[in-house]
T-cell receptor, first 112, second 112 residues
Framework: EPEVTQTPSHQVTQMGQEVILRCVPI?????FYWYRQILGQKVEFLVS????????KSEIFDDQFSVERPDGSNFTLKIRSTKLEDSAMYFC??????????FGPGTRLTVL | QKEVEQNSGPLSVPEGAIASLNCTYS??????FFWYRQYSGKSPELIMF????GDKEDGRFTAQLNKASQYVSLLIRDSQPSDSATYLC????????????FGDGTTLTVKP
């Protein structure tokens, strides 16, 4: 069964550094998303992406964040100048229609 | 601010019983509704989606939607210890953008 994959599974970085989280969505899906979940808190929407552009973004998704689909398979989330409060699980999701989303296993980001 | 509220839990039921999980949402324009299961440290796993008022059954799971009351529920029949997890309710307002708003989740424990 096709699934969303994410790398790395765990990323540790120093405050102020840049990180890139990578995702490979399900191959025939057209809609891509990033969510995050701070430990013990709810899943929060960051951004949705369709047709090579951002469809919607939340207040969390400020200038520190960017997304890119550099080729036909990868979908990346870049966080510039990481902060302690960016520590969270980051989930990529994809959908073949603009609602039913399938989540990847997540990347645990730890900012020291 | 679009809100999704769930029973705070935790909910504990004996094996074989029916578990009932409830969710209310604030935005009357919400279009689609999802239930995810999340095991500790794992990503959300889609269980059910429902778009129309009424019941939708899939195996041991039944989702119920009442748009007039802004209420969606999930029933799990013949609960098994493997059903022990946190259940997340998610709501999409705009099916084109596909952004999901999640509740805090209800933790279910099924006791053998």
């Amino acid at each position: 069964e096709p699934e969303v994959t994410q790398t790395p599974s765990h990323q540790v970085t120093q405050m102020g550094q840049e990180v890139i989280l990578r995702c490979v969505p399900i191959s025939n899906h057209l809609y891509f998303y990033w969510y995050r979940q701070i430990l013990g808190q709810k899943v929060e929407f960051l951004v949705s992406f369709y047709n090579n552009e951002i469809s919607e973004k939340s207040e969390i998704f400020d200038d520190q964040f960017s997304v890119e689909r550099p080729d036909g398979s990868n979908f990346t989330l870049k966080i510039r100048s990481t902060k302690l409060e960016d520590s969270a699980m980051y989930f990529c999701a994809s959908s073949d229609r603009a609602d039913t989303q399938y989540f990847g296993p997540g990347t645990r980001l730890t900012v020291l | 601010q679009k809100e999704v509220e769930q029973n705070s839990g935790p909910l504990s039921v004996p094996e074989g019983a029916i578990a009932s999980l409830n969710c209310t949402y604030s935005d009357r324009g919400s279009q689609s509704f999802f239930w995810y299961r999340q095991y500790s440290g794992k990503s959300p796993e889609l269980i059910m989606f429902i778009y129309s008022n009424g019941d939708k059954e899939d195996g041991r799971f039944t989702a119920q939607l009442n748009k007039a009351s802004q209420y969606v529920s999930l029933l799990i029949r013949d609960s098994q210890p493997s059903d022990s997890a946190t259940y997340l309710c998610a709501v999409n307002y705009n099916t084109n953008a596909g952004k999901s708003t999640f509740g805090d989740g209800t933790t279910l424990t099924v006791k053998p």
